[in-house]
């Protein structure tokens, strides 16, 4: 009986210690994953912002300019092109829509990026793109891979259509939770009109006549929880300025956005909450659980050892192998 | 011997188990119906 309970206890003990490494290793990556039907949406403000009156064509300070963005998971699409990319892929259509102080619309620019539901690496599919323009992303979106490593990272620009380094600055605690602070700063950049124009009749084609161009710069700073790699706060200092042309009556250039962008206090708050309890998750996955079967492997084991030892007793001859009756010969 | 047996008995499920998990996945499930927002939401 005793021999029983040792053998069912070695059994379990290596049950348990095989769990450890294989959560761990083979289970996170495969379980730990961006669900394709995530729906998110984001409230930035810029405080005192500078913005252009595309009325008068003049600069003019506002007290507040909202910018709503939306990441929606596309299922039906993600599933489509993970038939041929071989792995889970997460289809986000996004809209970043920036709305002055009159509760207008200032711009709106949609996006679709493709990437590794796990790695977070871009996958390349029919339908990436920024503003209707087709892009091939390289580097990282909005969100860094689980697992964050203290190093810079490829970010993509998406006014830019650009990707640059996004340098890591250090460790920081950011309302309770430690976090990697990364910044990139994307110099002045000659980029594109927005397709959809705040005034009725101009288009980007009608404003490019004028040969008015818009330039842009920003540094670019995010807070990023290292195990679930979502950022728990973000900022900008962003620029956009007009220059040169018939449409600037002669001045060589005019500031058509300059503001702080932060995020609303309502969403830090609900953003925080909600990746403390991601993080909580992923501890499971890849510490709670491995280590807490590791320890009880090796405390079974331990314990069917101690059964194994004790069922012999000093002195016991060697059980005997229980062999087939030899016939007998007459 | 049966100590071999056991303990590839518990590395078989231990597998067994793992696999089962990672394969059945996690439904996808399907596309929000919420729009892309144009107005600011009051809270998230």
Do not use: C
Request: hydrophobic share 40%; glycine share 8%.
């Amino acid at each position: 009986m005793r021999r029983k309970a040792g053998l069912i206890l070695l059994a379990l003990a290596v049950f348990f210690t095989a769990l450890s490494p294989l959560l761990r290793w083979y289970a996170f990556p495969r379980l730990a994953k961006i669900p394709a039907n995530q729906y998110q949406d984001m409230v930035l403000e810029a405080k005192d912002a500078t913005l252009l009156d595309y009325g008068t064509m003049q600069a003019r300070k506002v007290p507040e300019v909202t910018i709503v963005q939306t990441l929606k998971g596309n299922v039906e699409e993600s599933e489509k092109i993970e038939k041929t990319a071989g792995r889970d892929v997460v289809v986000w259509d996004g809209l970043s829509y920036v709305v002055g102080p009159d509760g207008k619309m200032v711009s709106k620019i949609p996006e679709r990026y493709i990437f590794d539901a796990h790695t977070q690496e871009p996958v390349h599919a029919t339908g990436e793109m920024v503003d209707g323009d087709p892009v091939k992303r390289q580097g990282i979106e909005f969100k860094w891979p689980f697992l964050t490593e203290k190093r810079d990272y490829q970010y993509f620009d998406a006014q830019a259509r650009v990707t640059a380094p996004i340098h890591y600055k250090g460790t920081q605690n950011f309302r309770g939770v430690d976090v990697y602070y990364f910044e990139q700063t994307i110099p002045w950049t000659k980029v594109r009109f927005p397709r959809t124009m705040p005034v009725e009749g101009i288009t980007p084609e009608s404003v490019a006549k004028t040969g008015t161009t818009r330039w842009y710069t920003t540094v670019r700073k995010f807070w990023v929880e290292p195990l679930t790699g979502a950022p728990v706060y973000g900022e900008e200092i962003h620029k956009e300025e007009l220059r040169g042309g018939t449409l600037l009556g002669g001045r060589d250039k005019v500031t058509a956005f300059a503001g702080h962008v932060k995020m609303r206090e309502d969403y830090i708050e609900s953003t925080v909450d909600l990746v403390k309890s991601n993080r909580t998750l992923l501890l499971l996955l890849t510490s709670y659980l491995p280590w807490g079967f590791l320890a009880l492997g090796l405390l079974l084991l331990a314990l069917s050892l101690y059964l194994e030892a004790r069922g012999r007793r000093p002195g016991d001859p060697e059980p005997t192998k229980d062999s087939e009756p030899e016939p007998v010969t007459a | 011997m049966r100590a071999l047996i056991a303990a590839a008995t518990g590395l078989a499920v231990a597998l067994a188990l793992v696999f089962t998990i990672t394969a059945l996945g996690s439904p996808a499930g399907e596309t929000s119906p919420k729009p892309l927002l144009t107005t600011v939401p009051a809270h998230p």
